[in-house]
């Protein structure tokens, strides 16, 4: 390693489980979500990887994201650029780059679609917008209430060529809770708040409402086009319905930076919350919460190191933390594995969420910039291959996780 710890990202498992969930998704298009780089594996990698395993859209966040995604080649307009959605949409944005660069704008506010169309005004081009229901989530989109306003005004700048509004969309809150009483009530909200917008005059593209639980769990909410995160990365949305047969993409690991003994009764790291029972060896971890380890894993979670599991001694630091050993030994620069697919005994990042009573979402965006990701593709396992990658290459850099 060239680094005190490193996150490993297979390309191609990514490809993998994209290919599975456009099988799941059942005729529906793929619309790969790689928010927030990527869900901590990096944002244009993780793009490509899930192109190449089917994915025939992009959903961001953010707009500095798909604009960074178009810049890369990948999104909106241009040679080999495919649509990409982006779902988040604050006052004073440059709306008009991301017109200009072709990329779709969701938009939940009679005063976005009014910004918006502002920004096409200046750019000279038509605005690619989704119009945005709250359905029941009581976050981003507007309420039955205020949903023939926007639908009103979406029309009106259409009827200036100012924007087309080519999607309608809402969003689950309790997808990934199979039978919860709220995944009725907002199916059949948004099932009348499309019947409204086409019955006003929206011709959309696309409609979508299923994240990556309810594209696994709900076939009756797929419509044309599912919005999958988490799981193109590999981690269960549903724990308690299984893995799906999704690989996760991350394994998280770093070089032992330092072997000591101790005697019995020795306190280890800040506060001494672990005093050795006996005498020990102990191990240097380097990688702490300024990396992304969660600071509350103190004396919980459990790496994999000199082939068994062990529990994390004391607190975890911003740049460091310490395991026992016992009477095992390790040498400095050897492997330990914090999180990764399972198949060596190691944790997954599910059994740190759970351990954390969190979600592995949390586990792997948390993963911070000065971690390197180290982008392969596994030549063990038959996946997507993930663009100009070949089986076994190697491509290292940091993201902002």
Avoid at 47 to 63: D, M, N, S
Avoid at 128 to 137: F, Q, S
Avoid at 280 to 286: D, E, F
């Amino acid at each position: 390693m060239s680094s005190p710890a490193e996150a490993r990202v297979d390309l191609g498992a990514i490809g993998e489980n994209v290919a599975l969930l456009r099988d799941r998704a059942a005729g529906a298009e793929v619309m790969a979500m790689v928010k927030a780089e990527g869900y901590g594996h990096g944002l244009v990698p993780a793009a490509r990887a899930a192109l190449a395993g089917g994915a025939t859209w992009l959903g961001v966040a953010k707009l500095a994201e798909g604009l960074e995604l178009h810049e890369a080649g990948l999104a909106g307009r241009g040679p080999g650029g495919v649509r990409t959605l982006v779902c988040l949409g604050v006052p004073g944005e440059p709306y008009d780059k991301g017109v200009q660069a072709g990329l779709d704008l969701a938009a939940g506010a009679p005063w976005l679609v009014k910004e918006i169309a502002e920004a096409a005004r200046r750019a000279g081009v038509p605005a690619r917008i989704h119009l945005k229901a709250d359905t029941g989530m009581s976050r981003g989109g507007a309420t039955g209430e205020d949903w023939p306003a926007l639908v009103d005004a979406a029309l009106a700048a259409e009827a200036e060529g100012l924007l087309r509004v080519v999607g309608l969309m809402s969003h689950f809150a309790c997808a990934d809770e199979p039978g919860h009483p709220s995944i009725g009530r907002q199916l059949s909200a948004f099932q009348e708040m499309v019947e409204h917008a086409e019955k006003a005059g929206i011709r959309p593209e696309v409609r979508h409402l299923s994240n990556s639980a309810a594209t696994l769990t709900i076939p009756e909410a797929r419509f044309d086009l599912v919005r999958p995160g988490i799981a193109v990365y590999g981690l269960t949305p549903v724990p308690r319905e299984g893995t799906f047969g999704l690989r996760p993409a991350m394994t998280l690991v770093a070089g032992a930076a330092l072997l000591k003994r101790v005697p019995e009764g020795s306190g280890v790291s800040y506060g001494h919350t672990y005093v050795t029972g006996r005498g020990t060896n102990l191990a240097l971890v380097p990688a702490g919460y300024g990396d992304g380890i969660p600071r509350h894993g103190s004396n919980v979670l459990e790496v994999l190191a000199a082939g068994r599991r062990r529990r994390i001694a004391g607190r975890v630091c911003m740049d460091q933390f310490v395991i026992d050993l016992g009477d095992d030994t390790l040498a400095a620069g050897d492997e330990i594995v914090l999180f990764g697919t399972g198949e060596r005994g190691e944790p997954t990042a599910q059994e740190w969420a759970d351990a954390l009573g969190t979600i592995s979402y949390e586990i792997v965006t948390r993963i911070g910039s000065r971690v390197p990701r180290v982008y392969t593709e596994d030549p063990g396992h038959r996946g997507a291959k993930p663009g100009n990658e070949e089986p076994g290459s190697v491509e290292t850099g940091s993201v902002d996780g």
